[in-house]
């Protein structure tokens, strides 16, 4: 095979999609307690989410770096290799720029794409170029296929409560307090390169059933089409009854159903107590 895959950690993938041999996976840099990790390699989800719960901290998150995309891209294209590599939303971070400068600086086909998207919703891209790098589309054809996957890619994301987004700055106090007293469920959206709120409902059981039906909502009779991942982060019985729903409405109606954790980058925005589904067409 003569094309490498490339993502950040803004990138949220499920398991069997990580272990791909064809894909590397450039780190962003978790910055908590006074300490720095590497996403994914000097800590792992689960370490991160029972130490955000115990102490309440909100961690700050720092890009990948010139120098690491940099030098995954001189070993690759030494080894003679073509690369495509999938970057979060440029809005959202300076990764994208550190992926294209480095690009700029090696001799060698290099493809520096912006899903202008984050967590589940950038990692739509990354299944789907799994999926055509394993069908032996051709690396012209994959790229322009990605381009046309972001007029259908989004994420919907319901954290469990405000305190997180009310701590990063996400939502006003008021807000925070309000929904936390009346049980109020946000589904909030990222849709190129944009979040905003999509709706509001009230308790995690109407909170599941709405974000399914917003899938089908707006993909009709075209559900055969649609690649859907749903997520979660430390809340797994919100998790098993956010499932417990995809798999009655849409299980076999779906081109593809996968599951994943909500990564460090967006859960330190939003809280180790989230869900989410994504999907493209």
Not at 49 to 75: D, H, N, R
Not at 96 to 116: C, H, R, W
Not at 146 to 162: C, G, H, Q, V, W
Not at 191 to 216: F, H, Q
């Given at each position: 095979?003569?094309?490498k895959l490339i993502c950040d950690t803004l990138c949220d993938i499920p398991d069997e999609i990580q272990k791909k041999e064809y894909l590397e996976i450039v ?255």
């Open positions: 095979m003569d094309i780190p962003l840099t978790l910055i908590m307690g006074g300490n720095e990790y590497k996403d994914g390699v000097d800590i792992d989800k689960e370490t991160f989410y029972k130490s955000v719960l115990e102490t309440g901290e909100v961690p700050k998150t720092s890009q990948a770096t010139y120098m690491q995309f940099k030098e995954i891209f001189e070993k690759y294209i030494a080894d003679g290799k073509k690369i495509i590599c999938i970057n979060g939303a440029s809005s959202k971070s300076g990764t994208y720029q550190s992926a294209l400068l480095a690009k700029n600086d090696v001799d060698g086909d290099i493809n520096v794409f912006d899903t202008e998207q984050l967590s589940l919703g950038a990692g739509q891209f990354v299944i789907r170029a799994c999926d055509m790098i394993e069908e032996g589309m051709d690396l012209e054809n994959i790229i322009k296929k990605l381009e046309e996957i972001k007029d259908s890619a989004k994420i919907l994301f319901a954290p469990a409560s405000f305190d997180f987004l009310k701590k990063s700055g996400r939502v006003p106090m008021t807000t925070a307090v309000i929904g936390n007293m009346l049980n109020i469920k946000p589904i909030f959206y990222m849709e190129k390169g944009e979040i905003g709120l999509e709706t509001k409902v009230r308790g995690v059981k109407k909170l599941v059933a709405k974000l399914v039906d917003l899938v089908i909502e707006r993909f009709g009779t075209e559900l055969n089409e649609v690649t859907l991942t749903i997520g979660h982060g430390c809340n797994l019985e919100d998790f098993e009854k956010l499932k417990r729903e995809v798999e009655a409405k849409l299980e076999g109606k779906v081109k593809k159903i996968m599951t994943t954790k909500g990564g460090v980058c967006i859960c330190s925005h939003t809280g180790p107590d989230i869900i989410a589904v994504s999907f493209s067409k």
